[in-house]
């Protein structure tokens, strides 16, 4: 006789007390890798250091010295400090938000401690642990399995190999080659993909081969995202041109008599300020950020690359159990063959007295529901297992029948547990005058396996028609519906048994849509983005969720028999099928990933939802792969870019919202930084044009670059979502981010700072101003202005007198800041000498705050200017509409 894993967990040893776990954690310490070691402080402080644009301006202060301009050279010391200063608590912010996420999912495992099986955080599990593995987990340490039934292990992290491995429980090979040909040893990190097994810990977190990896190779450095690679070379080609401009000045004020040693400085003071060489750090932090307000909205992200693909998101393919339904099935109805429904659960107000004949055809059914059952109840009265068994032991336990005293009388031989692929689970067991089977599971997958039915007056011929009408009848109420069969066995095998069986009837449940469902599926499509429901019930029970959520149910609802026609018949057939609905119902894992690389062919950016085994080529697949941290399986997650931590649909809308403020930010910083660093360079050409003298001095330049950009452009990376973005349609993937509306406001801002701030300076000059004092207004004014340019930032489309003045009060105090650090540095002696900057009157500085407030004035023509062109486009588009 073939025990089975309940079975084994009831035999099996006790496995550790709480007080003997405790006590070996505390000696050999939690069950982690090590962890890679993060760079101190001090180190994180040198790299400020590693760049180009650094190493020019230390040979600067080495040309300066040179010279016997001390002050400017120790000058120039000061600012890289203080950018490396900057650069540094940059750094260590992203390095705290990742920390911090990466401990926002913990990977929980099932042990037995005191006789019970028990869930317990994977960091807590100590050697001798008895670990018990099923479909979808992470093997938590090195385990050596002691009872395994069809265990599927993929091993392709520790060897490579991508087919998975059956393991065993006995292993005659005391030295194997490698560590992947073990048997009956299960690796910590690899992913059991079938089957179930138990097992002991022999190894926990440094001490498993998995951890004398992590221990002997230093961790590879993670792939650059793509939007910061395109920021990189976007950073480079803008670099390149500048420095071109640079050059072209150098040399001509060279040749116009300029001093070589001032020109020098000059030029490399122009090109700091002018190239956005801190656009890349900046981005990052934004990213960490994005990261950290979706971790509050109960999106976990497990890839930076996530944050920039999510609120591109066109299309999303969710699972319905569990993300649009709230994932607590309670058995609603039985329903016996020939029709016959009898109301049980809670919630029945008015429970029915059923005739002795129907009550013993019920006590059948619940009786194969529990046998043909992979959960467990603890002498506690605590229940671990499957939902849906869990439901049948409390509907059996409602009449009478207990589990334990029903496999006591008659023990299980064999068990064919679920996997989603058969549709169904399965058990033999010993009975006085031979063996019965029991089977559970879909509807139809159930009534292939049976020849005849239960009815009052006993078995009949099985109306497979009418069984299957009664059964979707219920289905269209919106009940998830699972079939129960028995008969006997011939012998111990189950697949050999699995026909002529007995149909006993069909037990509804109930897994209602989310309250807040409906209201997220709106919100998507106010994005423009479209939702489809992908599950694996029955057609009838989808189209019933898809009708009570707003999804679009009029078209055919797509079955997974559908998808295997469509599929004979060409690609141009499946790209049809799928893009004629929105609703897919019987779907197999497999099929999944066809629909979703269908909707990709069609144009889509698609993000799927997953959370078993089999979901994960689909997550693999999908632009942006969705787990769920709830019941998500440990493959799900680990397939997945982030991670919905309450497994609610509503969440992966809030994590769109959050990524299009993410990707808005970014913007706005780019904006920032392009415009005032043109504005420089316009400054610098047209002065040159006319022949004036250098406008503003290296010292000048650097504190420029120092006071407004190192602080402001930071701090538009917290800017707080401007209220429309999910009234939006999405982005194209491939939308390049200096596209014609940033071109156009990056040219008109730059132009005019540049231009009118030379104006000031041309009209003091010729109006008998000694160059000190009109560097000295110019530099003021720049300041003012590239401060106005960073109120203006702070949206594309909305007025900046619609938006609150405080949204982002770490803008609001990078702006004070500047200002106070700049008027303080006009009095304060020493540093007022190495800028050459002095107190400036109260006129001019009316005349000088006017003259910037005048760029508020220019961007918000231009957004007037755009909104306007854009509503007349879509006023067009949409009677060109009506006219088709």
Same mark, same amino acid.
Not at 170 to 178: I, K, M, Q
Not at 323 to 338: D, K, M, R
């Given at each position: 006789?073939?025990?089975?894993?309940?079975?084994?967990?009831?035999?099996?040893?006790?496995?550790?007390?709480?007080?003997?776990?405790?006590?070996?954690?505390?000696? *050999?310490?939690?069950?982690?890798?090590?962890?890679?070691?993060?760079?101190?402080?001090?180190?994180?402080?040198?790299?400020?250091?590693?760049?180009?644009?650094?190493?020019?301006?230390?040979? =600067?202060?080495?040309?300066?010295?040179?010279?016997?301009?001390?002050?400017?050279?120790?000058?120039?010391?000061?600012?890289?400090?203080?950018?490396?200063?900057?650069?540094?608590?940059?750094?260590?912010?992203?390095?705290?938000?990742?920390?911090?996420?990466?401990?926002? *999912?913990?990977?929980?495992?099932?042990?037995?401690?005191?006789?019970?099986?028990?869930?317990?955080?994977?960091?807590?599990?100590?050697?001798?642990?008895?670990?018990?593995?099923?479909?979808?987990?992470?093997?938590?340490?090195?385990?050596?399995?002691?009872?395994?039934?069809?265990?599927?292990?993929?091993?392709?992290?520790?060897?490579?190999?991508?087919?998975?491995?059956?393991?065993?429980?006995?292993?005659?090979?005391?030295?194997?080659?490698?560590?992947?040909?073990?048997?009956?040893?299960?690796?910590?990190?690899?992913?059991?993909?079938?089957?179930?097994?138990?097992?002991?810990?022999?190894?926990?977190?440094?001490?498993?081969?998995?951890?004398?990896?992590?221990?002997?190779? @230093?961790?590879?450095?993670?792939?650059?995202?793509?939007?910061?690679?395109?920021?990189?070379?976007?950073?480079?080609?803008?670099?390149?041109? $500048?420095?071109?401009?640079?050059?072209?000045?150098? !040399?001509?004020?060279?040749?116009?008599?300029?001093?070589? &040693?001032?020109?020098?400085?000059?030029? *490399? /003071?122009?090109?700091?300020? /002018?190239?956005?060489?801190?656009?890349?750090?900046?981005?990052?932090?934004?990213?960490?950020?994005?990261?950290?307000?979706?971790?509050?909205?109960?999106?976990?992200?497990?890839?930076?690359?996530?944050?920039?693909?999510?609120?591109?998101?066109?299309?999303?393919?969710?699972?319905?159990?569990?993300?649009?339904?709230?994932?607590?099935? /309670?058995?609603?109805?039985?329903?016996?063959?020939?029709?016959?429904?009898?109301?049980?659960? =809670?919630?029945?107000?008015? %429970?029915? @007295?059923?005739?002795?004949?129907?009550?013993?055809?019920?006590?059948?059914?619940?009786? @194969? &529901?529990?046998?043909?059952?992979?959960?467990?109840?603890?002498?506690?009265?605590?229940?671990?297992?499957? %939902?849906?068994?869990?439901?049948?032991?409390?509907?059996?336990?409602?009449?009478?029948?207990?589990?334990?005293?029903?496999?006591?009388?008659?023990?299980?031989?064999?068990?064919?547990?679920?996997?989603?692929?058969?549709?169904?689970? /399965?058990?033999?067991?010993?009975?006085?005058?031979?063996?019965?089977?029991?089977?559970?599971?879909?509807?139809?997958?159930?009534?292939?396996?049976?020849?005849? $039915?239960?009815?009052?007056?006993?078995?009949?011929?099985?109306?497979?028609?009418?069984?299957?009408?009664?059964?979707?009848?219920? =289905?269209?109420?919106?009940?998830?519906?699972?079939?129960?069969?028995?008969?006997?066995?011939?012998?111990?095998?189950?697949?050999?048994?699995?026909?002529?069986?007995?149909?006993? &009837?069909?037990?509804?449940?109930?897994? %209602?849509?989310?309250?807040?469902?409906?209201?997220?599926?709106?919100?998507?499509?106010?994005?423009?983005?479209?939702?489809?429901?992908?599950?694996?019930?029955?057609?009838?029970?989808?189209?019933?969720?898809?009708?009570?959520?707003?999804?679009?149910?009029?078209?055919?609802?797509?079955?997974?028999?559908?998808?295997?026609?469509?599929?004979?018949?060409?690609?141009?057939?499946?790209?049809?099928?799928?893009?004629?609905?929105? *609703?897919?119902?019987?779907?197999?894992?497999?099929?999944?990933?066809?629909?979703?690389?269908?909707?990709?062919?069609?144009?889509?950016?698609?993000?799927?939802?997953?959370?078993?085994?089999?979901?994960?080529?689909?997550?693999?697949?999908?632009?942006?792969?969705?787990?769920?941290?709830?019941?998500?399986?440990?493959?799900?997650?680990?397939?997945?870019?982030?991670?919905?931590?309450?497994?609610?649909?509503?969440?992966?809308?809030? &994590?769109?919202?959050?990524?299009?403020?993410?990707?808005?930010?970014?913007?706005?910083?780019?904006?920032?930084?392009?415009?005032?660093?043109?504005?420089?360079?316009?400054?610098?050409?047209?002065?040159?044009?006319?022949?004036?003298?250098?406008?503003?001095?290296?010292?000048?330049?650097?504190?420029?670059?120092?006071?407004?950009?190192?602080?402001?452009?930071?701090?538009?990376?917290?800017?707080?979502?401007?209220?429309?973005?999910?009234?939006?349609?999405?982005?194209?993937?491939?939308?390049?981010?200096?596209?014609?509306?940033?071109?156009?406001?990056?040219?008109?801002?730059?132009?005019?700072?540049?231009?009118?701030?030379?104006?000031?300076?041309?009209?003091?000059? @010729?109006?008998?101003?000694?160059?000190?004092? =009109?560097?000295?207004?110019?530099?003021?004014?720049?300041?003012?202005?590239?401060? $106005?340019?960073?109120?203006?930032?702070?949206?594309?489309?909305?007025?900046?007198?619609?938006?609150?003045?405080?949204?982002?009060?770490?803008?609001?105090?990078?702006?004070?800041?500047?200002?106070?650090?700049?008027?303080?540095? $006009?009095?304060?002696?020493?540093?007022?000498?190495?800028?050459?900057?002095?107190?400036?009157?109260?006129?001019?500085?009316?005349?000088?705050?006017?003259?910037?407030?005048?760029?508020?004035?220019?961007?918000? !023509?231009?957004?007037?200017?755009?909104?306007?062109?854009?509503?007349?486009?879509?006023?067009?588009?949409?009677?060109?509409?009506?006219?088709?």
């Amino acid at each position: 006789m073939q025990t089975t894993q309940s079975d084994i967990v009831i035999a099996a040893p006790a496995g550790l007390s709480s007080v003997e776990a405790a006590e070996r954690l505390g000696r *050999v310490g939690p069950n982690v890798l090590p962890r890679p070691r993060r760079p101190g402080l001090f180190l994180l402080f040198g790299r400020q250091f590693l760049s180009p644009l650094i190493y020019i301006l230390l040979a =600067a202060a080495g040309v300066s010295l040179l010279l016997g301009e001390v002050t400017d050279a120790v000058f120039i010391f000061v600012v890289l400090i203080i950018n490396a200063a900057i650069g540094t608590v940059q750094e260590l912010s992203a390095q705290r938000a990742a920390d911090a996420l990466r401990d926002l *999912v913990p990977t929980r495992s099932t042990v037995l401690r005191d006789g019970e099986r028990t869930v317990v955080d994977s960091a807590l599990i100590v050697p001798d642990d008895i670990v018990l593995l099923t479909s979808g987990d992470k093997v938590p340490a090195d385990v050596r399995l002691e009872y395994a039934r069809e265990l599927w292990i993929d091993e392709s992290l520790l060897t490579g190999e991508s087919a998975p491995v059956l393991k065993q429980s006995t292993d005659t090979r005391t030295t194997p080659a490698r560590e992947g040909d073990r048997t009956a040893i299960a690796l910590a990190g690899t992913m059991v993909t079938r089957g179930r097994a138990r097992g002991t810990v022999i190894a926990t977190g440094s001490g498993t081969e998995l951890g004398r990896i992590a221990r002997s190779v @230093s961790e590879p450095r993670a792939a650059k995202p793509p939007l910061l690679q395109r920021i990189e070379r976007f950073t480079l080609r803008i670099s390149v041109a $500048m420095l071109a401009f640079i050059a072209v000045l150098f !040399v001509v004020a060279l040749l116009r008599g300029g001093d070589l &040693g001032e020109m020098f400085l000059i030029a *490399v /003071a122009l090109a700091v300020a /002018a190239i956005p060489e801190g656009l890349p750090a900046a981005i990052t932090v934004a990213l960490a950020i994005g990261m950290r307000r979706m971790a509050a909205r109960h999106v976990v992200i497990r890839k930076l690359l996530a944050v920039e693909t999510l609120g591109s998101c066109t299309f999303i393919a969710a699972d319905k159990t569990g993300t649009l339904t709230i994932n607590e099935l /309670a058995a609603g109805v039985v329903q016996l063959p020939g029709g016959c429904e009898l109301p049980v659960g =809670a919630d029945v107000a008015e %429970p029915s @007295s059923p005739s002795p004949a129907v009550l013993q055809q019920v006590k059948r059914l619940c009786l @194969s &529901g529990i046998m043909a059952n992979e959960s467990d109840i603890q002498q506690d009265g605590a229940i671990h297992g499957d %939902p849906v068994d869990l439901q049948f032991h409390r509907l059996a336990a409602s009449f009478g029948i207990f589990r334990r005293e029903e496999v006591a009388r008659h023990p299980e031989l064999r068990r064919k547990p679920y996997e989603s692929e058969n549709g169904f689970c /399965a058990s033999v067991h010993l009975v006085e005058n031979g063996r019965l089977i029991f089977a559970k599971g879909g509807v139809d997958k159930i009534l292939q396996m049976c020849t005849r $039915m239960q009815t009052c007056s006993g078995d009949a011929a099985l109306d497979r028609d009418a069984a299957l009408r009664d059964a979707e009848r219920l =289905a269209l109420s919106g009940y998830r519906i699972l079939g129960l069969a028995d008969g006997r066995a011939e012998s111990e095998s189950l697949d050999a048994n699995l026909h002529d069986l007995t149909f006993l &009837g069909v037990v509804g449940m109930i897994d %209602p849509p989310r309250s807040e469902a409906k209201e997220a599926v709106d919100a998507c499509r106010a994005a423009g983005i479209e939702v489809a429901m992908i599950t694996g019930d029955h057609p009838a029970t989808a189209r019933a969720i898809a009708e009570r959520i707003g999804l679009d149910s009029s078209d055919h609802v797509i079955t997974g028999a559908d998808i295997v026609r469509a599929e004979a018949e060409g690609l141009d057939t499946l790209d049809a099928l799928v893009g004629s609905g929105h *609703v897919f119902a019987r779907i197999e894992p497999t099929q999944k990933r066809l629909v979703v690389e269908s909707l990709m062919r069609g144009g889509h950016f698609v993000a799927v939802t997953g959370d078993g085994v089999n979901d994960a080529p689909a997550l693999r697949h999908a632009h942006v792969g969705v787990a769920m941290g709830g019941r998500g399986t440990d493959v799900a997650r680990e397939s997945a870019d982030l991670i919905i931590t309450d497994d609610d649909f509503a969440s992966i809308v809030k &994590g769109v919202h959050e990524g299009r403020v993410v990707y808005a930010n970014i913007r706005k910083v780019v904006f920032l930084l392009t415009a005032t660093g043109l504005a420089e360079i316009t400054l610098f050409i047209l002065s040159m044009v006319a022949g004036l003298p250098m406008p503003l001095l290296a010292a000048q330049l650097l504190w420029l670059n120092l006071v407004t950009n190192g602080v402001q452009d930071i701090a538009l990376a917290f800017e707080p979502a401007e209220g429309d973005e999910l009234n939006r349609p999405p982005r194209r993937p491939d939308e390049p981010i200096f596209d014609r509306l940033m071109v156009t406001r990056v040219l008109t801002g730059g132009i005019y700072m540049g231009g009118i701030a030379f104006a000031v300076f041309f009209w003091l000059i @010729s109006h008998g101003w000694i160059e000190e004092q =009109a560097r000295n207004l110019t530099l003021l004014l720049m300041v003012l202005l590239e401060n $106005m340019q960073a109120l203006n930032a702070r949206s594309e489309t909305r007025s900046i007198f619609r938006q609150r003045l405080f949204g982002n009060p770490f803008l609001i105090a990078g702006i004070l800041a500047a200002q106070a650090i700049n008027i303080a540095a $006009m009095y304060l002696p020493g540093l007022s000498d190495v800028l050459d900057m002095n107190p400036v009157a109260f006129p001019n500085w009316v005349a000088l705050i006017g003259l910037s407030v005048l760029l508020l004035a220019l961007d918000e !023509v231009f957004r007037l200017f755009t909104t306007y062109r854009r509503s007349g486009r879509n006023a067009g588009v949409g009677t060109a509409r009506q006219l088709r």
